[in-house]
């Protein structure tokens, strides 16, 4: 919930209240917010707290954001420049053929790469509490992040079969 505070906050200091200096220092902290949490969920449990699935989902978490947050922030970023800032509107991606094959492998395969750091962070986590029976309540994280990863790759497989076809192009009309 920090993340898109600090988000939304920065990039409405930026644009919308022209505060580009303290929009950029609420942008720096949406990083800080993992560091946090990270810390906070480590020391919880170097504390003796019992693991739980939330101690599971922290780390589930920092995975998907460590990848995703920057494509999140660059998004948020141009939206938000293009409404309060008069920015061009980006070209759209071409959604077919090679370009689309290469950005589905592309896509999955970043998710395979917040996947591994998902599930590292959560071994770490087991190690940190001793054995694998006391750290059960964090491996159930490893069933829905599996599943989401296998389940998929059925988009970049199917891109790759029917990549799609180039747009007709319109007709010119006649003028009169």
Known sequence: MLFWIFLVSGLAARYAAGRRTLGGALLLCVPLVDVVLLGATVLSIQEGAEPTVWHGLSAAYLGMTAV??????????????????????????????????????KAWLKFLLAYAIS???????????GTLDEGAPLLVWLNPLTKVLIYSLIWPIATTIWPGKAPE???????R
Do not use: N
């Open 68 to 105: 995703y947050s920057r494509d999140t922030v660059r998004w948020a970023d141009a939206k938000f420049a293009r409404r309060f800032g008069g920015a061009a509107a980006p070209p759209r991606p071409e959604l077919y053929g090679r370009p689309a094959v290469a950005d589905a492998w």
């Open 119 to 129: 599930v590292g962070m959560i071994f770490g986590l087991v190690v940190l509490v």
């Open 169 to 175: 192009p319109e007709p010119a009309k006649e003028k």
